[in-house]
């Protein structure tokens, strides 16, 4: 009661910043900082009870994005409004699922632990199994994990990770979950069943629950087939019983260079389960700086950044707090956002159109992105890139940027020119085993086929590293996140130096931005390729 009345009153609050900030002269950099801070302080507030996408604190934080879009002079960009409804969809196991080899039945958390099957409210699937190793179809890399087996009709087992030689956005890419479940469905597929490693069976997402955006049927969007089930070391061995090999054996010989030759297990396999849907309403906030050239306004630029975060823990931490407050995950990336439109305000428009987008449910897997692309807004649907702001750490004063996934497109030389012009260079990924190049909203339009790019303060400078680590360790995803975090906002300010000098390129540029020859993601998604 007391939190729900909290939020209620700071719509006037917002009121008052925008009304601030809409007479804030182009002037000192200082103005800057301090308006940085101002939306980071509101954005991370405990009142706001850390922005979890479908609570009161969230639509809050959206009706604030939306006041300050406006007082940017963006026009509403989802058509007709600021905000785009996103009709979210939170799904999980419902009472008890039973699980059997050729009728004999298995042990729930002993052998398996049902997984929530997106797409159906009741599950009853029986069939023969196909054991794919890490479940990987890439063959223009030199790995088929489907060459030698016939997967039509077939629950696919399969296990985590991706081969060690590919590169490491590639790695990332086919090490996902929702990457192998693609490829199964491609293969023909009916469900699959992840083969932990485990002792004892756990969920695949914490608690079990997980999000979609829904349907019309009212079940959650989720491309490929359903994964039905996590199976124990227990669970594994009765998979593998009478294969001719042992689970011991495959598991070994799944090294992350050459997968376990693909077999056909001796067994069929029943799973039944029960999944519950809950409809949650969020929004996606979009406004939109219409392009001033007629032959190229029609090309969409997205600046995206999310603004959901994780809400309040079950348990407080050792001070008693237990709101996730988010504020360099991804507050500071909304206020660069906001920031970059008051800057286009100042400078003026670019000869193609600009999105801001401030998205919802990113924490819950990438889903108000994925939302947007697929639900594009009528006049916005040739995008041409997307920039991505999320979680820069601006806890040390940085002397290098990394920009996930800017050496497989035309973006590269923009953010390096971008990076130049604010004194300093631009790096590969320091932390390739993170798998942060399919973590944030960017990949979603990269599924897409648009060129896009995921930045971040580099860690190179004296102190950098050990300044990530701390936030990592201390503070990420925790009640830690908060405006009291040691934020530099001059190392802010020099953050959105970077990211408008790359927008205003991309939007003025004569050419729009290309894939570069021969780009995996670029070729896998079908996207504009340079000659």
């Not at 497989?408 to 590969?428: C, H, N, Q």
Request: glycine share 10%; proline share 6%; aromatic share 8%.
């Amino acid at each position: 009661m007391k939190r729900a009345n909290i939020v209620k009153r700071m719509p006037a609050v917002a009121s008052l910043v925008v009304l601030l900030s809409a007479t804030e002269p182009p002037a000192p950099r200082a103005a800057e900082e301090a308006a940085i801070r101002a939306h980071v302080a509101y954005l991370a507030s405990d009142a706001l009870a850390g922005r979890e996408a479908g609570s009161a604190g969230f639509d809050t934080a959206a009706a604030y994005v939306a006041q300050q879009f406006a007082a940017a002079r963006l026009k509403p960009g989802a058509d007709g409004a600021y905000l785009q409804r996103v009709p979210l969809v939170r799904y999980q196991i419902a009472g008890h699922a039973a699980a059997s080899i050729n009728g004999t039945a298995l042990t729930p958390g002993g052998d398996f632990t049902a997984t929530a099957n997106p797409q159906a409210a009741r599950t009853d699937m029986s069939a023969r199994v196909v054991f794919v190793g890490q479940g990987v179809s890439a063959p223009t890399r030199g790995h088929d994990d489907y060459a030698q087996v016939d997967a039509r009709g077939a629950i696919v087992a399969l296990v985590g990770g991706a081969p060690d030689d590919l590169q490491s956005e590639e790695h990332a890419y086919f090490a996902s979950i929702r990457t192998k479940l693609q490829a199964a469905a491609a293969h023909g597929a009916i469900g699959a069943v992840l083969l932990t490693g485990a002792k004892k069976a756990r969920p695949v997402r914490a608690g079990g629950v997980q999000y979609g955006w829904a349907t019309p049927e009212g079940t959650a969007f989720a491309p490929g087939v359903p994964l039905l089930a996590s199976f124990t070391d227990a669970g594994a061995n009765k998979l593998f019983a009478g294969a001719g090999t042992t689970w011991d054996q495959a598991r070994a010989e799944v090294n992350g260079k050459q997968a376990f030759p693909p077999a056909a297990l001796k067994i069929t396999l029943r799973i039944q389960s029960a999944t519950q849907f809950t409809p949650v309403a969020s929004s996606n906030v979009v406004g939109v700086l219409p392009g001033t050239d007629p032959s190229r306004s029609n090309e969409v630029v997205v600046l995206s950044a999310h603004l959901d975060h994780i809400g309040i823990s079950k348990k407080p931490n050792a001070k008693g707090d237990a709101i996730n407050n988010g504020a360099l995950d991804d507050a500071i990336g909304i206020a660069s956002l906001i920031e970059e439109a008051r800057r286009f305000q100042r400078a003026g428009a670019g000869k193609r159109t600009i999105v801001f987008l401030a998205v919802t449910a990113e924490e819950k897997g990438l889903v108000g992105s994925d939302y947007f692309v697929r639900h594009r807004p009528k006049g916005l649907k040739n995008i041409v890139a997307d920039v991505n702001l999320d979680m820069p750490v601006l806890t040390y004063a940085f002397s290098d940027v990394v920009a996930f996934g800017g050496d497989r497109s035309t973006l590269g030389p923009v953010i390096a020119r971008a990076a130049k012009g604010a004194g300093v260079v631009t790096s590969p990924d320091p932390i390739p085993e993170q798998t942060i190049f399919t973590r944030s909203d960017h990949f979603r339009f990269v599924e897409a086929g648009v060129p896009s790019v995921f930045l971040w303060p580099g860690l190179k400078a004296e102190g950098a590293r050990a300044a990530f680590e701390d936030f990592m360790k201390n503070r990420y995803h925790q009640p830690g996140d908060e405006i009291d975090a040691g934020i530099l906002w001059d190392q802010a300010v020099r953050f959105v130096d970077i990211n408008y000098a790359i927008a205003r390129d991309i939007a003025d540029a004569p050419a729009k931005p290309v894939w570069n020859k021969g780009d995996y993601f670029g070729t896998a998604f079908k996207g504009p390729m340079a000659n």
